[in-house]
């Protein structure tokens, strides 16, 4: 643990004005300077690939996901100008609304040459709100039962590309924590990959914080054993490749245990504040 720094301890290269959240805990007022999106992310990348190295891996095959939520569409803007092209999102009305502003700067004749972006939806999903991540993601990685994952399949709409699955598991049986029980997780990937217009990728999960590395390393690794053992069981109809594991205070574990996704927020684009 502790390879990142707290946003804002590690002070280098480049300053900007705190960046604009979309909370109402915006530290705009506090002044305070944070080290640019841009050096926060190539630091990320730095670490991601020693990482990827240290586990004997390619670093080309662990993803990384820049969790914007509670930040602003300027902040997602400042991303995708350094290079960064997948974005998460916790809260669905918010992401929607990114996720439309961001395609406004897109379609702007100046932004011509910008990538594709991709958003994923990582955060807990009521069935009153499975229309909108259907319509406007890319992505759903907090999938937990078969209800939700029924109502994407049928509100895809047909015009876009399959929506990218993974399955949310409760890996260390958090109380207070979606996701399907690991054991419960085989048959739930074998009902959801049955879906059409949907495209079962992977597991995502969310472990409670560990004292130390070794003990992040084991709980990733469970996960990593529960997506091989439902590939070995078969039946799917495409082998499961997607674990998307790590955060910014844990990345480094869980691409020793096989990541293939990590998720970070803070460490790109700073801490934010107390909403959550
Ligand atoms: C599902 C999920 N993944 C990743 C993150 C990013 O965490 P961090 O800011 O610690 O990198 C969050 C943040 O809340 C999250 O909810």
């Known amino acids: 643990m502790g390879l990142v720094p707290a946003a804002g301890a590690k002070v280098c290269c480049q300053f900007v004005t ?5 909370t109402d805990n915006n530290l705009k007022s506090h002044h305070s300077p944070v080290p640019s999106i841009a050096s926060q992310l190539a630091q990320v990348h730095r670490q991601v690939a020693e990482a990827a190295i240290a586990a004997g891996r390619e670093p080309g095959d662990v993803h990384l996901l820049a969790v914007s939520k509670t930040f602003d569409a300027d902040a997602v803007i400042e991303a ?9 999102e916790n809260y669905i009305q918010e992401g929607v609304e990114k996720i439309q502003a961001l395609r406004a700067w897109r379609s702007e004749p100046a932004q011509s040459g910008q990538a594709a972006l991709e958003w994923h939806c990582i955060g807990p999903i009521q069935s009153n709100k499975t ?5 406007n993601f890319d992505w759903v990685q ?6 939700i994952a029924q109502r994407l399949s049928e509100q895809r709409p047909a015009d876009l590309p399959p929506l990218q699955i993974c399955l949310q598991v409760n890996i260390d049986g958090g109380a207070n924590k979606s996701g399907v029980s690991p054991e419960e997780a085989l048959a739930l990937a074998q009902a959801v990959s049955q ?11 969310i472990p409670e914080p560990a004292p130390d590395d070794a003990s ?3 709980v990733h690794e469970r996960t990593a054993a529960l997506m091989a053992q439902i590939n070995a069981v078969g039946g ?3 082998p499961l490749d997607t674990l998307s594991m790590g955060m910014s205070a844990d990345l480094a574990p869980a691409i020793a245990a096989g990541s ?3 998720r970070v927020g803070t460490a790109i684009f700073g801490g934010r504040g107390q909403r959550d």
């Open 18 to 22: 705190v960046r604009g959240m979309t």
């Open 80 to 88: 995708v100008q350094a290079g960064q092209t997948a974005f998460g």
């Open 131 to 135: 229309r909108l991540v259907a319509e």
């Open 142 to 147: 907090s999938v937990d039962r078969l209800k």
């Open 195 to 205: 879906l059409p217009r949907l495209v079962l990728r992977g597991l995502m999960a």
């Open 216 to 218: 992040a390393r084991a």
């Open 236 to 238: 799917l109809p495409q």
């Open 260 to 262: 293939t996704m990590v």
